[in-house]
């Protein structure tokens, strides 16, 4: 029997309690890196979902554990030394780690899809920026070349690259940053995927062209309907574009909520560490408020809750006693065994 994400219980249910699946379910995901240095437990039971048109956030600093959720998703994982314990990746209710490799690279593209961080390492320096959308279409739809390279102008001026037929035979060094990117998203977009993953799609771009970015990835998500995972550590970004907010510290989820519900009250001491670094105008000549301490390193994850060297509210059961991750309130949940006194009442 098909489970499904039932998100005002917090927990994963049979079928025929809940109508309607998520388009995507992650479910108590574990993943560890063997190495001749030891090892990392680079998940520690992750857990989300994303519908249909929705855009989820996954928030955390450096090796918390976002990229390798969104490459087991994906099954683009080095194994080894990646080594996946347990857990499901349910798309449409299908278990994809449980599906054949080819089974999971007709998923791939076609289902889900993935733009990735770093644009010019992606793309292959030997080929034009067209060849390489259009060997999508030839290899996977069977258009001929012509059809093929049709498609991919009108991919590459959706993306609104300007003069699509005469970029189509340019390589990938002779793209900007921002045009590289878009190109990256042209080329995600190819099989009309339902669900996109967006890996850090910003980095490295300028304020401005990091706005055009998110507003073409949001205008595109809108008329597809597709899901987004917006994996990030911009909390700038994800205000303005998300619908819910997944926070990731130690290969785990330590918090989950709406976004105006994380930014208003955080049930979790990292959240709220994470918002009150944020520079602020009306804090103008103060200095800026830093989490104290640098995040574990996920081959010797501290014991009881992972954040408790470094939380402002730590008490003694913090050090002893892992967090249950639960449901706090309405469509809310948290891994911090005071959570409840973080959310004010009334």
Same mark, same amino acid.
């Given at each position: 029997m098909?489970?499904?994400?039932?998100?005002?219980?917090?927990?994963f249910?049979? =079928?025929?309690?809940?109508?309607?699946a998520?388009?995507?379910e992650?479910e108590d995901?574990?993943v560890?890196?063997?190495?001749?240095?030891?090892v990392?437990?680079?998940l520690?039971g992750?857990?989300y979902?994303?519908?249909a048109?929705?855009t989820?956030?996954?928030l955390?600093?450096?090796?918390?554990?976002?990229?390798?959720?969104?490459?087991?998703?994906?099954g683009?994982l080095?194994?080894?030394?990646?080594?996946?314990?347990?857990g499901?990746?349910r798309?449409?209710?299908?278990d994809l780690?449980a599906?054949?490799?080819t089974r999971?690279?007709?998923v791939?593209?076609a289902?889900i899809a993935?733009?990735?961080?770093?644009?010019l390492?992606?793309?292959?320096?030997?080929f034009?920026v067209g060849?390489?959308?259009?060997?999508?279409?030839?290899?996977?739809r069977?258009?001929?070349?012509?059809?093929a390279?049709?498609?991919a102008?009108d991919?590459?001026d959706?993306v609104?690259i300007p003069h699509?037929?005469?970029?189509f035979?340019s390589y990938p060094?002779?793209?900007?940053g921002?045009?590289r990117?878009?190109?990256?998203i042209?080329?995600?977009?190819a099989?009309d995927?339902?669900l996109?993953?967006?890996?850090?799609p910003t980095?490295?771009l300028d304020?401005?062209?990091? !706005?055009?970015?998110?507003?073409?990835l949001?205008?595109?998500?809108?008329e597809?309907d597709? =899901?987004?995972i917006?994996i990030?550590h911009?909390?700038?970004?994800?205000?303005?574009?998300?619908?819910?907010?997944a926070?990731m510290y130690?290969?785990?989820?330590?918090?989950q909520?709406?976004?105006?519900?994380?930014f208003?009250t955080?049930?979790h001491?990292?959240?709220?560490a994470l918002?009150?670094s944020?520079?602020?105008l009306?804090l103008?000549?103060?200095?800026?408020?830093?989490?104290?301490?640098?995040?574990?390193s996920? !081959?010797?994850?501290?014991s009881?809750?992972p954040?408790h060297?470094?939380c402002?509210r730590v008490?003694?059961r913090c050090?002893?006693?892992v967090p249950?991750y639960?449901?706090v309130?309405?469509g809310?949940?948290?891994?911090c065994?005071? !959570?409840e006194?973080?959310i004010?009442?009334?």
């Amino acid at each position: 029997m098909s489970t499904v994400y039932d998100g005002e219980r917090g927990e994963f249910v049979a =079928g025929e309690e809940q109508a309607t699946a998520p388009l995507l379910e992650v479910e108590d995901l574990r993943v560890e890196f063997r190495t001749n240095d030891g090892v990392a437990k680079v998940l520690n039971g992750v857990s989300y979902h994303v519908n249909a048109g929705e855009t989820l956030a996954v928030l955390g600093e450096s090796g918390s554990g976002k990229s390798v959720t969104a490459q087991t998703v994906m099954g683009i994982l080095d194994t080894p030394p990646a080594v996946v314990l347990g857990g499901h990746v349910r798309f449409h209710g299908e278990d994809l780690l449980a599906a054949r490799p080819t089974r999971r690279m007709e998923v791939r593209g076609a289902g889900i899809a993935m733009i990735f961080q770093d644009a010019l390492s992606a793309l292959n320096p030997v080929f034009t920026v067209g060849f390489q959308i259009a060997e999508q279409l030839r290899v996977r739809r069977g258009l001929t070349k012509a059809e093929a390279r049709k498609g991919a102008i009108d991919l590459l001026d959706l993306v609104r690259i300007p003069h699509a037929g005469q970029r189509f035979r340019s390589y990938p060094h002779e793209f900007s940053g921002g045009m590289r990117q878009r190109a990256m998203i042209a080329m995600s977009l190819a099989l009309d995927p339902e669900l996109l993953i967006a890996d850090e799609p910003t980095t490295a771009l300028d304020v401005t062209v990091q !706005a055009q970015i998110m507003d073409l990835l949001r205008d595109i998500q809108r008329e597809r309907d597709m =899901g987004l995972i917006l994996i990030t550590h911009d909390l700038g970004v994800v205000a303005e574009v998300a619908d819910r907010i997944a926070v990731m510290y130690a290969g785990r989820i330590v918090e989950q909520a709406d976004v105006y519900s994380l930014f208003r009250t955080p049930a979790h001491p990292y959240t709220e560490a994470l918002l009150q670094s944020l520079p602020r105008l009306d804090l103008k000549g103060q200095e800026l408020k830093a989490i104290k301490g640098l995040p574990p390193s996920l !081959a010797h994850i501290p014991s009881g809750c992972p954040f408790h060297p470094r939380c402002p509210r730590v008490a003694a059961r913090c050090s002893q006693e892992v967090p249950a991750y639960r449901r706090v309130a309405d469509g809310r949940f948290s891994a911090c065994h005071f !959570a409840e006194e973080l959310i004010p009442r009334g």
